[in-house]
């Protein structure tokens, strides 16, 4: 076995990290309890799945039955009150969340999800609401992955800079793929819109998937009466924070909140992160988010949430699409002991 040593500081640092952060985990689970919270986007059975967003409807209820069987799956408001008044969390807490809002969440996760009795939290990106369009990156996959007949090269412009890309062969298409998923997410979403209109015609792919749209809006309002559904808010057009002018931030975040409050006549006092990673929110976003009257935000990273976890980027478990054994030898994972 080849283990390398490392020689500096920094690198004895990193190697430490995970093993401080553990301790620091069950320090605090042990004084403020702790919480998984679970990030889901979609149930469903895709032919392709290039973000590996969809968790089949099987595997989905073998998930719920795990978690009711050896966990306490909170309601959101039982999680707000742990968290806002920093109560310790009940041992073996579960949240469950679903980001973006797609139509799936309605006809296929929501009747589940009453079956087992249990409740999650949606955060709806607004703009997508009643678009008949698809998920920005659901199209990218429609327009150059699964795109039969492309041209032999497209010419873009993204961010002020013009140029070719050749979609010669599969190698080609994939390396634009990729390139996209990554400048589109840092520009605004007017832009990236702009970009998307122009593509579809050149690569001649209009028709959205029917698998792959948003909710309409009659969808959300019935999604939205079930008990088994809290509904908050995931931005207007899914771009990366950060990456974006504190007033181009706080147009997503505001104008998603108002978007859902007059699609739903109710107030929507929940936001996460579009993408949520440590490099699409920093301490403006966090800012804006609280000014906009949300009561927490939570962020895209792993880690238990404990009473004392900042309210406005608690971590998040990825969920993929694994058997009901598999999840629950992950889920062994996500709560220190
Ligand atoms: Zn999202």
């Not at 093993?19 to 032919?47: F, K, M």
């Amino acid at each position: 076995m080849n283990r390398s040593i490392p020689r500096s500081l920094f690198g004895i640092r990193n190697v430490l990290r995970p093993t401080v952060q553990r301790l620091r985990d069950t320090w605090n689970a042990l004084r403020h309890g702790s919480c998984a919270v679970l990030l889901y986007h979609r149930v469903i059975e895709l032919p392709t799945d290039p973000q590996q967003l969809a968790v089949t409807p099987d595997h989905f209820d073998a998930h719920l039955q795990v978690l009711k069987e050896r966990y306490r799956v909170l309601s959101v408001a039982e999680f707000e009150h742990h968290l806002l008044h920093q109560r310790r969390f009940p041992r073996r807490s579960v949240l469950l969340t679903f980001d973006d809002g797609y139509a799936d969440n309605h006809t296929i996760a929501r009747p589940i999800l009453e079956t087992h009795g249990l409740q999650a939290l949606f955060y709806i990106a607004s703009g997508y609401i009643e678009s008949g369009r698809e998920f920005w990156w659901d199209e990218l996959e429609r327009m150059l992955l699964l795109n039969e007949d492309p041209p032999a090269a497209i010419d873009l412009e993204v961010a002020g800079t013009r140029s070719s890309r050749a979609l010669g062969d599969a190698g080609a298409v994939q390396h634009v793929y990729e390139e996209l998923l990554d400048s589109l997410r840092r520009i605004p979403s007017h832009d990236r819109d702009a970009l998307l209109d122009g593509l579809r015609s050149t690569v001649h792919s209009t028709e959205a998937r029917n698998t792959h749209l948003p909710m309409t809006r009659a969808e959300l309002s019935a999604f939205a009466d079930s008990p088994s559904v809290v509904i908050g808010a995931h931005s207007v057009g899914h771009p990366s924070l950060a990456r974006q002018d504190p007033e181009e931030q706080r147009r997503e975040i505001v104008g998603s909140k108002r978007e859902l409050e007059a699609m739903l006549g109710r107030e929507v006092r929940y936001f996460s992160y579009p993408f949520g990673t440590g490099a699409d929110f920093d301490a403006t976003t966090e800012l804006i988010a609280a000014n906009a009257g949300f009561l927490h935000t939570a962020a895209n990273y792993p880690g238990p949430v404990h009473a004392r976890s900042p309210r406005h980027r608690f971590p998040r478990h990825l969920v993929r699409d694994w058997s009901g054994p598999e999840f629950a030898q992950r889920m062994g994972t996500f709560l220190p002991r």
